[in-house]
């Protein structure tokens, strides 16, 4: 492509054209502030916060800088007084309706409209008060608040809902000053066809939109004698969960994690990645039942529960080809509370299980039918890495300060299969490492299925496998899940085998995983940086696959007998529902 050489603030650069001004001054290592911008979806040019002087040989003029392509010989100002004048006082109006009651919302600290107005100088945040609209909180979601009296409008929701999702059950009502982002008419959230996927909060740039907090219900239950409390932690988190107490983007804090775990007062801390590794066992012999006699495929993984809901509401016909397990999480639940509960002589109604998740679906999953094999939940409460983080430091604890420990046995111990469940194409690249073996009746020579590895939204591979050409697509986002989903059933398309990840990226790039910042989210690589801590984990395990999980053994030679056995369908596997779309 064809460069163009621009100034910005007197300093010559050169930029590809067709370049926006936002994205040339990035390049040139200058951030400018922006609050309705997302990279590729929602570049609207709407909030007015990006505004910067260019100069085309016609005068100086204010221009939005995430939507304004650059032009040769373009001379670009950041920072002038009428640039800061121009971006302090738009903030100022937006913050004439916005409740600001900072101290006590979720995202002080962390929100970008107040890290704004500390940039420019707003000392005085009333001065435009007028007339308000006032809104009722929104608490219908299994799993989310929506408090439009926070909302600036800015439609990152909506974008991320409509276009990364294809879901599309919130927009804009009304018009002008009475606009409003909501479900169609006015309908409340949970009783839309939304997923419970958590992008819109991951996306929010306030605390318009937050995860319902289960914090308070876990310090009852760990205060509370006569409760075993346990808690696991699912591989993502240990991926993300060092943000929130100030480390870089893609480090490991697993030891750090299961300390302060344990010093919040869990009784036992447990891996999320020991039910994964189960999940392969019982996702592969079904895997393998399909293919060799006649099953319904492709068969595609079930351990993302926003998918699982995308898929009853948007493409119920295609509930036979999930696979009947369960997500790791909900696996584990049914093991604490029936092996875990007999071997350590507890009542399972005694016992509290947590799950600490980078998922606001995980907590709508828990209250599914069909999820509770042993005559309770399955899963008590569900957490987010982000409520996770706040319970620490509410404790008191110093994060840094911790030294690295282990989890506990048996339900700590996991394989490198289990932990690269996290990424988007681990599901797949696990289950190949058993499926393979099984198979072929023999060690493979490489455990690493790179094809399926990556951050790109559809994936496709075709592996020989005992004779077989085994075709596979992996998907992540549920934009991508339905356009994989359309050439399957046009014809166009025809696999064995998919993985279906509801999130972006997959499970480190959660919704109730911490948020990034406006430049890491559109200018950085912060899902690959999250999905190395997994690989790099999965490389340094001593065992990388799941038929190899020495736990996982003695759970069926003792008590589940085989993959797939009929004690284990009861446990393990569960039913889906065909939904409406609303």
Same mark, same amino acid.
């Given at each position: ?176 000053? /009475? ?6 008419? %006015? @309908?409340?959230?949970?009783?839309? *066809? !939304?997923? &419970?996927?958590? +992008? ?108 699982? /809901? ?6 119920? %016909? @295609?509930?036979?080809?999930?696979? *009947? !397990?369960? &997500?790791?999480? +909900? ?116 455990? %690493? ?134």
């Amino acid at each position: 492509m064809e460069n163009v050489t621009i100034k910005i603030n007197g300093v010559e650069t050169s930029v590809p054209a067709g370049t926006t001004i936002l994205e040339a001054a990035h390049m040139a290592n200058i951030e400018i502030p922006t609050l309705c911008f997302m990279k590729e979806i929602n570049a609207i040019g709407a909030c007015r916060i990006c505004m910067v002087e260019a100069n085309e040989g016609r005068g100086n003029r204010l221009v939005a800088a995430c939507v304004y392509p650059v032009s040769p010989n373009m001379q670009i100002f950041t920072n002038t007084p009428r640039v800061l004048e121009a971006r302090k006082r738009t903030l100022e109006l937006m913050l004439s309706t916005h409740e600001r009651n900072c101290l006590s919302c979720v995202r002080s600290g962390n929100c970008e409209l107040q890290q704004l107005a500390k940039d420019l100088g707003v000392e005085d945040a009333g001065i435009y008060d007028g007339v308000t609209n006032h809104y009722e909180i929104d608490g219908t979601a299994a799993h989310m608040i929506r408090d439009n009296n926070k909302c600036i409008l800015c439609r990152r929701c909506v974008a991320a809902c409509g276009i990364t999702q294809s879901v599309g059950v919130i927009g804009a009502n009304e018009r002008g000053f /009475k606009t409003f982002i909501g479900s169609a008419f %006015d @309908m409340g959230l949970g009783e839309t *066809s !939304c997923v &419970s996927c958590g +992008q819109c909060i991951a996306v929010c740039p306030t605390g318009a939109l937050a995860e319902k907090d289960s914090t308070s219900e876990v310090l009852a239950a760990i205060a509370d004698p006569s409760k075993h409390v346990i808690v696991q932690t699912a591989p993502a988190v240990r991926a993300g969960l060092g943000e929130c107490f100030g480390y870089p983007i893609g480090t490991d804090v697993e030891g750090k994690m299961v300390a302060a775990l344990r010093r919040l007062g869990f009784d036992k801390v447990f891996d999320t990645d020991f039910a994964a590794d189960l999940t392969i066992m019982e996702e592969g012999t079904e895997f393998i039942d399909r293919l060799q006699n006649g099953g319904k495929l492709p068969l595609i993984t079930s351990c993302s529960p926003g998918w699982i /809901k995308f898929c009853e509401h948007y493409y119920p %016909d @295609m509930t036979e080809n999930l696979s *009947s !397990c369960k &997500s790791p999480q +909900q696996m584990f639940g049914a093991v604490a509370k029936s092996y875990y509960a007999e071997k350590m002589g507890i009542d399972p109604k005694d016992m509290v299980v947590v799950s600490v998740m980078p998922c606001t679906a995980k907590k709508f999953e828990i209250g599914r039918d069909d999820q509770a094999a042993n005559g309770v939940p399955d899963v008590d409460i569900a957490l987010t890495t982000r409520e996770l983080g706040r319970m620490i430091q509410r404790a008191g604890i110093n994060f840094q300060a911790l030294l690295d420990e282990e989890f506990d046995m048996p339900l700590g111990l996991s394989t490198g299969a289990g932990v690269i469940f996290g990424a988007t194409g681990g599901v797949m690249e696990a289950a190949l490492r058993t499926v393979v073996e099984v198979l072929e009746k023999k060690e493979l020579p490489s455990l %690493d299925f790179q094809e399926v590895r990556g951050m790109e939204g559809i994936k496709e591979a075709t592996y020989n496998v005992a004779g077989t050409d085994v075709k596979l697509a992996v998907a992540s986002g549920l934009a991508n899940a339905r356009m994989l989903l359309d050439k399957v059933n046009s014809g166009e398309a025809d696999y064995h085998f998919i993985e279906i990840m509801g999130c972006p990226g997959g499970c480190i790039n959660g919704g109730g995983q911490p948020h990034v910042s406006p430049a890491e989210r559109n200018f950085g690589d912060y899902r690959a940086k999250r999905a190395s801590v997994l690989y790099s984990n999965d490389a340094a395990k001593a065992v990388r696959k799941s038929h190899e999980n020495a736990g996982v053994k003695e759970l069926y030679d003792t008590y589940l007998e085989k993959p797939g056995s009929h004690k284990a369908h009861q446990l393990l596997h569960t039913t889906y529902v065909k939904r409406s779309i609303n």
